[in-house]
């Protein structure tokens, strides 16, 4: 269920195979780009559900002496939808090794990566499930929707239609997750098609020279007045969603998902230390040592 001719679990991050594949515990060191020593306030440490005032003291307790188990940050699994030929793998690929390919492959089915990076000196890992927007492999996808901690839903900024079906893959994803707990992004790609000056008449295939092209219906943004409407429209979506809201090129790099790991890692230093069921109990009967 990979794109054949592209990548496979556990390459590094440049994308070659990597010696130590099936050896887990042997890693390459975090890049250093992926090392974030800095959260923004919102994301801090502080905002940790323990930290509240009026939480259960002895979970409290036992999360500040890391006797929980759970306390660190989770792996986040991520989930990239969206139509057919929108970016979502373009995205993924600027995001995880900077690359950008002009030639359109179709995922089919699901594709993996796997992102390390290390926040306030802790380890976290970022699993980015890229999943196929044609309608065929829509199926198998979406069994690989569960358990998301975010979803990002793309859609093409020159494609009307691409993000009137947001709702619809935001929809079938969220069926899958808690709509309470996950988090949401809103990604409008190919941002340098709409910005770039337009020449007048010109269509996909001639302006990108793909013949794949010619079998999709697009309808293409000449003006950047036109343009600006897509974004108003895609803000109110957003807005609706309750998502937050990025204008991307992963041709360019423009935009590129700034704060995405810090945010997820906040998200899943929270929910690790939240007090998960089976923990709660366990931590309750337990007496706190100070
Ligand atoms: N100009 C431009 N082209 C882009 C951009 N992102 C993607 N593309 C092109 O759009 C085509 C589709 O990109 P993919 O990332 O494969 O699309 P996808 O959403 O993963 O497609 P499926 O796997 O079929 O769901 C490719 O030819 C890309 O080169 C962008 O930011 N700018």
Not at 237 to 246: D, F, G, I, L, P
Not at 251 to 273: I, N
Request: include cysteine.
């Amino acid at each position: 269920m990979l794109r054949s001719d592209r990548r496979f679990p556990f390459t590094s991050s440049a994308g070659a195979p990597r010696k130590d594949a099936g050896k887990m515990n042997i890693l390459a060191p975090v890049r250093r780009d992926r090392v974030l020593t800095k959260l923004p306030q919102c994301l801090r440490k502080e905002a940790a559900l323990h930290v509240h005032k009026d939480f259960q003291p002895r979970v409290t307790c036992a999360c500040q002496e890391h006797r929980t188990g759970t306390v660190g940050f989770k792996i986040s699994k991520v989930i990239v939808v969206g139509d057919l030929s929108v970016g979502k793998t373009c995205l993924i690929n600027r995001f995880c090794k900077d690359t950008f390919d002009k030639n359109y492959k179709a995922t089919i089915g699901v594709d993996f990566e796997m992102e390390r990076f290390e926040v306030l000196g802790v380890p976290f890992s970022l699993q980015l499930w890229d999943t196929a927007g044609q309608e065929r492999f829509k199926c198998i996808a979406s069994t690989y929707y569960r358990g998301a901690q975010a979803i990002i839903i793309v859609f093409n900024l020159n494609d009307v239609a691409s993000l009137e079906h947001t709702k619809q893959w935001l929809a079938d994803a969220l069926k899958e997750n808690d709509p309470s707990s996950v988090l949401l992004f809103l990604v409008g790609s190919k941002k340098d098609l709409s910005v770039s000056v337009p020449v007048v008449g010109e269509d996909f295939t001639s302006r990108q020279g793909k013949p794949h092209a010619q079998h999709l219906t697009l309808t293409f943004l000449q003006t950047p007045a036109q343009y600006i409407l897509m974004e108003k429209d895609a803000l109110k979506v957003a807005q609706e969603m309750k998502a937050e809201y990025w204008a991307v090129s992963s041709l360019t790099g423009e935009s590129e998902a700034p704060g995405l790991p810090a945010c997820l890692a906040s998200h899943s230093y929270t929910s690790s230390c939240a007090p998960r069921p089976g923990t709660t109990l366990e931590l309750l009967s337990a007496p706190c040592v100070r």
